[in-house]
């Protein structure tokens, strides 16, 4: 199994909503990773989840909670989003080797009205 | 990790070698060259990666130069379903560091 999988696909949110993405993976790896892709733009990197602890947080507002359950789950939590939070949401893991490729998810579109 | 330069687009006829270029001048001896593509509305897919050997696998080819400064993917017989953006990224290896940071990348576009 190399995949990582993203729920749901697609997502659409009141601004006083609360919702949460989920990615999952059963490959071992040890890091996860929660990326941004707003449209014609490259992925743009908010957290980093390695050994199930908060390793990195790209100085993303905290109406972003990610949460990391166990190694196999990766959460993020949405409260009180703004229409420019509207984007893919991107889920990635890696390892447990250090030389390793990343497997990405296919990702959340995320609309927020 | 190291910043990388790559050009905003290419075009590339069908059945054709596609070339892309990357400009990594600050990499450090620790750091690996890693190739990922997005299609369209896809997560990014990896495609290759190496330290100072060049390298081939089923899907392309990574030519590193001998001072590490720049490497060249190619893809030996591109088709139409290799319209994507190629993004180059220089990683560290050591533990600790998870950063995966993407640049601009280049939007290859394959020309029947």
């Known amino acids: 199994d190399t995949e990582v999988t993203q729920t749901p696909k697609h997502l659409v949110m009141g601004m006083t909503n609360k919702k949460s993405l989920k990615c999952e993976q059963h490959m071992g790896h040890r890091a996860m990773y929660w990326y941004k892709q707003k449209a014609k733009k490259p992925p743009e990197l908010m957290f980093v989840?390695?050994?199930?602890?908060?390793?990195i947080n790209e100085s993303v507002p905290s109406r972003f909670s990610p949460e990391c359950p166990n190694s196999s789950l990766l959460n993020l939590h949405l409260h009180a989003l703004q229409p420019e939070d509207s984007a893919l949401y991107l889920c990635?893991?890696?390892?447990?080797?250090?030389?390793?490729?990343?497997?990405f998810g296919q990702g959340t579109r995320l609309t927020v009205v | 990790d190291a910043k990388t330069t790559q050009p905003t687009s290419m075009d590339c006829a069908e059945g054709r070698a596609a070339n892309l270029p990357c400009n990594h001048s600050?990499?450090?001896?620790?750091?690996?060259v890693y190739w990922y593509r997005q299609i369209h509305s896809q997560g990014p897919q990896y495609i290759i990666h190496g330290l100072k050997n060049n390298e081939t696998n089923e899907m392309a080819s990574l030519i590193i130069t001998e001072d590490r400064k720049s490497s060249t993917l190619i893809l030996p017989h591109a088709t139409l379903r290799d319209t994507a953006v190629y993004y180059c990224?220089?990683?560290?290896?050591?533990?600790?560091?998870?950063?995966?940071?993407f640049g601009t990348g280049t939007r290859l576009t394959i020309i029947p």
């Open positions: 600050t990499i450090s001896g620790n750091e690996y």
């Open positions: 990224i220089v990683r560290a290896s050591n533990f600790g560091n998870e950063k995966l940071t």
């Open positions: 989840y390695s050994y199930e602890k908060l390793s």
């Open positions: 990635a893991s890696r390892g447990p080797l250090q030389n390793t490729e990343a497997f």
